[in-house]
């Protein structure tokens, strides 16, 4: 028991060591800047998310022309 106590007061004695060490105020990390390799990668995805929303246009609309079509057919011609 008597180890225990000296152990611990020296671990919690030790521990604010372990922090982040702060940046002095006059350096600070440099600005991120883009790259070919992110520019490479975000092509793609913008070309794919134009195409996604042309697909789903096109699909709204033939749904649209469906509802159109199945409207027309199910009221009765008038005799």
Same mark, same amino acid.
Do not use: W
């Given at each position: 028991?008597?180890?225990?106590?000296?152990?611990?007061?020296?671990? @919690?004695?030790? @521990?604010?060591?372990?922090?982040?060490? $702060?940046?002095?105020?006059? %350096?600070?990390?440099? %600005?991120?800047? #883009?790259? #070919?390799?992110?520019?490479? /990668?975000? &092509?793609?995805? $913008? &070309?794919?998310? #134009?195409?996604?929303?042309?697909?789903? $246009?096109?699909?709204?609309?033939?749904?649209?022309? /469906?509802?159109? =079509?199945? $409207?027309?057919? =199910?009221?009765? =011609?008038? &005799?």
């Amino acid at each position: 028991m008597r180890l225990h106590l000296p152990l611990l007061l020296l671990s @919690l004695a030790t @521990l604010p060591g372990c922090g982040k060490p $702060e940046l002095p105020d006059n %350096e600070r990390p440099p %600005e991120p800047q #883009a790259t #070919a390799l992110r520019d490479a /990668i975000a &092509q793609p995805l $913008e &070309q794919a998310k #134009a195409a996604q929303t042309a697909v789903d $246009e096109a699909a709204r609309a033939q749904r649209a022309a /469906i509802d159109a =079509a199945a $409207e027309t057919s =199910a009221t009765p =011609a008038p &005799q």
